[in-house]
Nanobody
Framework: QVQLVESGGGLVQPGGSLRLSCAAS????????MSWYRQALVKERELVAT???????NYADSVKGRFTISRDNAKNTVYLQMTSLKPEDTAVYYC?????????WGQGTQVTVSS
């Protein structure tokens, strides 16, 4: 069965960096696009970044130039490198993919940007 497990969240000061990881299993990882979403308190979940199986990448305007999505197909892992973090980046970050028309989500990892 499809499983997605995020890690790497934490507390960081404004201007700092974090790298999130999402370990995937239960499907042919290299074939599928992977995305990161985030959800802040009292806000809707929003798409942060997507990487396709062909390594095409897309980003939300709010993170362009600061966040980088990447994947390691040998490790079945997708990453989100976050730099120049701002308080408004505070959210729970989720890894997600769609396999056979069904969306799968990880449990999320909390990122808090605060001094």
């Amino acid at each position: 069965q499809v499983q997605l497990v995020e890690s790497g969240g934490g507390l960081v000061q404004p201007g700092g960096s974090l790298r999130l990881s999402c370990a995937a299993s239960g499907f042919s990882f290299s074939t599928y696009a992977m995305s990161w979403y985030r959800q802040a308190l009292v806000k809707e979940r929003e798409l942060v970044a997507t990487i396709t199986g062909g390594y095409n990448k897309n980003y939300a305007d709010s993170v362009k130039g600061r966040f980088t999505i990447s994947r390691d197909n040998a490790k079945n892992t997708v990453y989100l490198q976050m730099t120049s973090l701002k308080p408004e980046d505070t959210a729970v970050y989720y890894c997600t993919t769609k396999v056979l028309l069904r969306n799968y989500w990880g449990q999320g990892t909390q990122v808090t940007v605060s001094s």
